[in-house]
């Protein structure tokens, strides 16, 4: 059937939630504000997103640039060579997230979220997500990392 179902549009994007979908990753954020208070949040955000195709979508931007970041245990020079690659990305989304709250700053954090066994499940236990810092950024290009 799969010609079949290629030709009519049918073949929809399931197979990349399964058999083994591995972890999901979020952006993690927090904007200094002029006043000097702050405001957090999450790409993507479950509640925030709405109607449910932006929630897709930037449920994607935080998978795309999560493909694109190394590990922090990897060597130095692929991290290097990996943020020529994944920067103007991340710049893209703390300069839309300095417009759409009016902050001054802002703090990414990329956090892939633990996906627990069934065994741990069944037993009660978890494990801790990894989370990997991003920078802060200004209007103007990046303070930190």
């Not at 059937?1 to 952006?27: C, K, M, N, Q, S």
């Not at 935080?62 to 130095?76: C, Y």
């Not at 065994?119 to 990997?132: K, P």
């Amino acid at each position: 059937f799969r010609p079949l179902l290629g030709a009519v549009h049918l073949g929809h994007g399931y197979r990349f939630f399964a058999p083994d979908p591995g972890p999901g990753h979020a952006i993690r954020w927090e904007a200094a504000l002029p006043d000097g208070s702050s405001r957090t949040g999450s790409i993507p955000d479950r509640d925030a997103d709405r109607p449910r195709l932006f929630y897709h979508r930037r449920f994607m931007v935080a998978e795309k640039i999560a493909a694109l970041v190394p590990p922090a245990e990897a060597p130095v020079e692929v991290r290097r060579q990996a943020k020529v690659e994944w920067l103007p990305l991340v710049k893209g989304v703390a300069g839309n997230l300095l417009r759409v709250t009016g902050g001054t700053q802002v703090r990414l954090e990329l956090v892939e979220c633990y996906l627990p066994t069934p065994e741990e499940v069944n037993g009660g236990t978890t494990g801790a997500d990894v989370v990997t810092p991003l920078g802060v950024y200004e209007r103007r290009g990046e303070v930190g990392r």
